[in-house]
Nanobody, 126 residues
């Protein structure tokens, strides 16, 4: 299984970035796909998740209304559109995958996921 995240970079507060995660080695259309992030000195935290069909999503309260997760099962890709970025969004962002039944509690738990990408750094700074 390979998850390859890309799209990170330096952006000013209020700006936008779009992260992408390319998956291989899994039956992508059966997996819940998620994004987590880890800021310096902090634990890795849940950001967003999307069900295998794409018609159900979940977000951390800190990003609701600013971030949007989407997926393309034909391309084995999941994206995270990040708008109105804040300095506190600075972190390494990881994509994660797990074949599981959608559960609003479990999808936000880091320990549930058994497949992780390498991470992409997002820095929000003026």
């Amino acid at each position: 299984v390979q998850l390859q995240a890309s799209g990170g970079g330096l952006v000013q507060p209020g700006g936008s970035l779009r992260l992408s995660c390319a998956a291989s080695g899994i039956n992508f259309s059966r997996y819940v796909m998620s994004w987590f992030r880890q800021a310096p000195g902090k634990d890795r935290e849940f950001v967003a998740a999307i069900i295998w069909s794409g018609d159900r999503t979940a977000y951390a309260d800190s990003v609701k209304g600013r971030f949007s997760i989407s997926r393309d099962n034909a391309k084995n890709m999941v994206d995270l559109q990040m708008n109105s970025l804040k300095t506190e969004d600075t972190a390494v962002y990881y994509c994660a995958a797990r074949e599981m039944v959608w559960n609003e509690y479990r999808i936000k738990r880091r320990a549930v996921y058994d497949n992780w990408g390498q991470g992409t750094l997002v820095t929000v700074s003026s």
